[in-house]
T-cell receptor, first 112, second 113 residues
Framework: NAGVTQTPKFRVLKTGQSMTLLCAQDMNHEYMYWYRQDPGMGLRLIHYSVGEGTTAKGEVPDGYNVSRLKKQNFLLGLESAAPSQTSVYFC???????????FGPGTRLTVL | AQSVTQLGSHVSVSEGALVLLRCNYSSSVPPYLFWYVQYPNQGLQLLLK??????LVKGINGFEAEFKKSETSFHLTKPSAHMSDAAEYFC???????????FGAGTILRVKS
């Protein structure tokens, strides 16, 4: 099993550009999450999904959209990137709410 | 709302010395508590977690943590530090009915030879 994978690993965008980050898991997990990690702030939840076709807002959802069209994939979109979205983005998944979350390796995004 | 405070953004210990990373939480309901470790340029890996039952929890790589409700703490310890323990450590809390983790700001552990 590959676990949780993220594509791409690195990306540089200009302000106003759009992009989509892909998260895939092969563990048949129901729940999936997107976090951003900024120095001195830990990880903050952006959006999450409790199953195929469902999404919900987390702590810092503004400027991001998500979709969960397939159970194994969770996409994070930036429609108009801003420098404040420069961060490392992590995807995670688990089987049920109290279960351990398994994390992907992260995507480092820089917005110029 | 839940929150986590990790005391000390950087901790430095000598190889073979005791490791103590502090975590205090705030929760209006009985919490689930977690410690994750992040090695450079990698994702987070679970070290240990407390859900119910025994308050002293043992994890991987010789780490353990004790849930102290009266002190709202979940400090992480390891009797003898190894060079390979150098990493960033995150404490996190979730409520028992929910699925959202709230993370602390992290503590970077440096191990000196």
């Amino acid at each position: 099993n590959a676990g949780v994978t993220q594509t791409p690993k690195f990306r540089v965008l200009k302000t106003g550009q759009s992009m989509t980050l892909l998260c895939a898991q092969d563990m048949n997990h129901e729940y999936m999450y997107w976090y951003r990690q900024d120095p001195g702030m830990g990880l903050r939840l952006i959006h999450y999904s409790v199953g195929e076709g469902t999404t919900a807002k987390g702590e810092v959802p503004d400027g991001y959209n998500v979709s969960r069209l397939k159970k194994q994939n969770f996409l994070l979109g930036l429609e108009s990137a801003a420098p404040s979205q420069t961060s490392v983005y992590f995807c995670a998944s688990n089987r049920w709410p109290q279960d351990t979350q398994y994390f992907g390796p992260g995507t480092r995004l820089t917005v110029l | 709302a839940q929150s986590v405070t990790q005391l000390g953004s950087h901790v430095s210990v000598s190889e073979g010395a005791l490791v103590l990373l502090r975590c205090n939480y705030s929760s209006s309901v009985p919490p689930y508590l977690f410690w994750y470790v992040q090695y450079p340029n990698q994702g987070l890996q679970l070290l240990l977690k407390y859900t119910t039952g025994a308050t002293l929890v043992k994890g991987i790589n010789g780490f353990e943590a004790e849930f102290k409700k009266s002190e709202t703490s979940f400090h992480l310890t390891k009797p003898s530090a190894h060079m390979s323990d150098a990493a960033e450590y995150f404490c996190a809390v979730s409520d028992r009915g929910g699925n959202k983790l709230v993370f602390g700001a992290g503590t970077i552990l440096r191990v000196k030879s």
